[in-house]
């Protein structure tokens, strides 16, 4: 069992930067990859950026390829996700995710164990 716990979400304009935090529990972090997904109002769970188990190799969507960044820190048991250069379409509530396999995959059915959300909002 793994728990999940996103923090750092906020109100920020836009051009602005946010880091998120996903604090892991229950089994060392070091053990799987991870991945990060947003969902905007109205719309589908979609793929942001994942990080994988072995050697740290990252992913990311295309729309925040070069602004967001995904990082690790095992001692810790938590995954951050850096972002910058904020745009009022990345308003969404973010969520961690364990990853099923190694490497991760970009589809919600390959993640097991999610956290309850950070709320981001970019203001235009």
């Known amino acids: 069992q793994v728990q999940l716990v996103e923090s750092g979400g906020g109100l920020v304009q836009a051009g602005g930067s946010l880091r998120l935090s996903c604090a892991a529990s229950g089994r060392t972090m070091s053990s799987y990859a991870m991945g990060w997904f947003r969902q905007a109002p109205g719309k589908e769970r979609e793929f942001v950026a994942a990080?994988?188990?072995?050697?740290?190799?990252?992913y990311y969507a295309d729309s925040v390829k070069g602004r967001f960044t995904i990082s690790r820190d095992n001692f810790k048991n938590t995954v951050y996700l850096q972002m910058n250069s904020l745009k009022p379409d990345d308003t969404a509530v973010y969520y961690c995710?364990?990853?099923?396999?190694?490497?991760?995959?970009?589809?919600?059915?390959?993640?097991?164990?999610w956290g309850q959300g950070t709320q981001v909002t970019v203001s235009s």
């Open positions: 995710a364990k990853s099923i396999t190694d490497p991760p995959g970009t589809a919600t059915y390959g993640y097991e164990y």
């Open positions: 990080i994988s188990r072995t050697y740290g190799y990252t």
